[in-house]
Nanobody, 127 residues
């Protein structure tokens, strides 16, 4: 079955950096656009970043543009989220997600378009 496993979360001071990873198995990785979302208690899950199947196209939420970078290694079936200049408002559980039936250069920002989800990894930024 399809599994998405996030790692790399933790506690970091404001201004610091973290790198999240998401390892995928049970699917043909290059057929899927990938995304990162985040959620805080009592709030809706929100879009963070997305990357196309080819890796050539990316998109970001305005709140993280210039600070976060999404990438993928198709040879390792893994995506990454490099998070720099972290702020307390970045504190959340971060989820990776996979969306199939999508063009090779398409990016997806809509949560409902994603069909597979990981369990999430906690990121806590202390001020």
């Amino acid at each position: 079955q399809v599994q998405l496993v996030e790692s790399g979360g933790g506690l970091v001071q404001a201004g610091g950096s973290l790198r999240l990873s998401c390892a995928a198995s049970g699917l043909t990785f290059t057929w899927y656009a990938m995304g990162w979302f985040r959620q805080t208690p009592g709030a809706e899950r929100e879009f963070v970043a997305t990357i196309s199947r080819s890796g050539s196209n990316t998109d970001y939420a305005d709140s993280v543009k210039g600070r976060f970078t999404i990438s993928r290694d198709n040879a390792k079936n893994t995506i990454y989220l490099q998070m720099n200049s972290l702020k307390s408002e970045d504190t959340a559980v971060y989820f990776c997600a996979a969306a199939g039936r999508v063009g090779i250069n398409v990016v997806l920002t809509t949560e409902t378009r994603y069909e597979y989800w990981g369990q999430g990894t906690q990121v806590t930024v202390s001020s």
